[in-house]
């Protein structure tokens, strides 16, 4: 978490909906409860994750937050975010400076220039990306998937130096020089996370040496990670997310599910992906040790130029984990395993504003594309919806405490 404050209310309120339109610095975000654990806990202490999809920086985003910074274009997920104890996205472009498709080139600055910082098919962004994300409160990446080589293996060695200089973790990809251990670790109050991405597909794109995790052709490896991972002395828990899917189908694949039940049998305690740049159902999948694991087959795009109902829709994965175990004399000594309490989404449509794309929160009973958004979640997602609005509200500070 890197000693960021986190004292923001997370207290489940049940009334109230959220407008959409850019957060307040004071807003707070609320969240209803889910109807029961999805697994026994040990105690009422829980870790909460956030998770969103694709950071997709077409054009129009780039130029948007080089002249204006990132910040506007996710405010309104801004509460969720400081909500939570631990953040994740999938970052879908390098960042390399000075790197060209071809090569190298004399580095424009915060500026969309098209040869250094350019979109699909071959994306590169300024570094002041990852310093929104940073602001943000993002503690976690994924640089595992179909544009990990977009910049070729010194774009991608490039990426995980211009995030380990702001301290955010990357999962999934690894220097070419380095020994392939893709995990990457956060620690939280709970014990220490382990995160590991994978990719089905690099476009195409040479990996001559053997950067990108794959998921399919490499699953052999990827499970047997997840494993040694889960059973690593220190762990608390394994989150595996993976790049995965038919781009715009709402329908997960039968591989992604065989896979994803694969992984939660060799430990992960929970599969989060993306890809598919829409979002598909979740569904709940037997682990080890009997633990029940959300399988969320796609969130869909977090922020992107893409356009399109079912493309500027996506969710929020909010889960809660939990010492695992009917009662403490359950759990085994050191740090305690963890397994999802509860889990569900809040949700995101990226509408198109006369200062560019913004995420909005759609509220129930929402008018226009916000309200056509949420129904399509509500289709898709019929279990899950925490009913999430911001409360703007000052809140007297015996109420923003985390308990």
């Not at 409860?33 to 105690?43: D, H, R, T």
């Not at 274009?73 to 472009?93: G, S």
């Not at 356009?307 to 984990?321: V, Y």
């Amino acid at each position: 978490m890197r000693g960021r404050a986190r004292a923001l209310a997370t207290a489940v309120a049940l009334l109230g909906a959220l407008a959409p339109a850019a957060a307040d610095p004071a807003c707070r975000a609320r969240l209803a409860p889910a109807a029961a654990p999805a697994n026994a806990c040990a105690g009422a202490a829980r870790l909460r994750i956030v998770a969103a999809g694709d950071v997709l920086m077409h054009s129009n985003l780039q130029r948007q937050g080089y002249a204006a910074g990132f910040a506007p274009m996710w405010e309104a997920a801004r509460p969720f975010f400081a909500a939570a104890d631990l953040a994740y996205v999938n970052l879908e472009t390098p960042v390399a400076p000075g790197r060209t498709a071809g090569g190298t080139a004399p580095d424009p600055g915060a500026r969309f220039d098209g040869r250094v910082y350019s979109t699909f098919p071959l994306f590169n962004t300024h570094p002041s990306l990852l310093d929104g994300l940073a602001a943000l409160g993002v503690d976690v990446v994924s640089t595992a998937n179909n544009h990990a080589l977009d910049r070729g293996p010194p774009g991608a060695e490039a990426t995980l130096a211009q995030l380990a200089a702001r301290g955010i973790a990357a999962t999934g990809t690894v220097a070419a020089a380095a020994p392939r251990r893709f995990a990457a670790y956060t620690p939280s109050r709970l014990g220490r996370i382990a995160w590991l991405a994978c990719s089905f597909s690099t476009n195409g794109l040479p990996d001559p040496h053997d950067q990108v995790l794959g998921c399919f052709d490499e699953e052999a490896l990827l499970l047997a990670t997840v494993a040694a991972e889960a059973r690593r002395p220190g762990t608390a828990a394994v989150i595996v997310t993976p790049h995965w899917g038919v781009e715009y189908s709402h329908t997960p694949g039968p591989d992604q599910r065989a896979l994803g039940r694969a992984l939660a049998r060799a430990g992960a305690a929970a599969v989060i992906a993306t890809h598919p740049h829409v979002v598909q159902p979740w569904e709940w999948v037997e682990g080890s040790g009997g633990r029940r694991v959300p399988l969320v087959h796609s969130t869909g795009n977090f922020v992107s130029g893409q356009a399109g109902l079912d493309r500027q829709t996506a969710i929020l994965a909010w889960l809660e984990l939990c010492r695992a175990g009917r009662s403490f004399a359950d759990l085994p000594p050191g740090p305690a395993p963890l397994a999802v309490a509860r889990a569900g989404w809040v949700p995101l449509y990226m509408a198109r504003g006369a200062r560019g794309p913004a995420l909005v929160v759609p509220a129930a009973g929402a008018d226009g594309a916000p309200g056509l958004a949420r129904a399509l979640l509500a289709r898709l997602l019929p279990e899950g919806d925490l009913a999430a609005r911001l409360d703007c509200a000052p809140a007297p500070p015996a109420a923003v405490a985390l308990q």
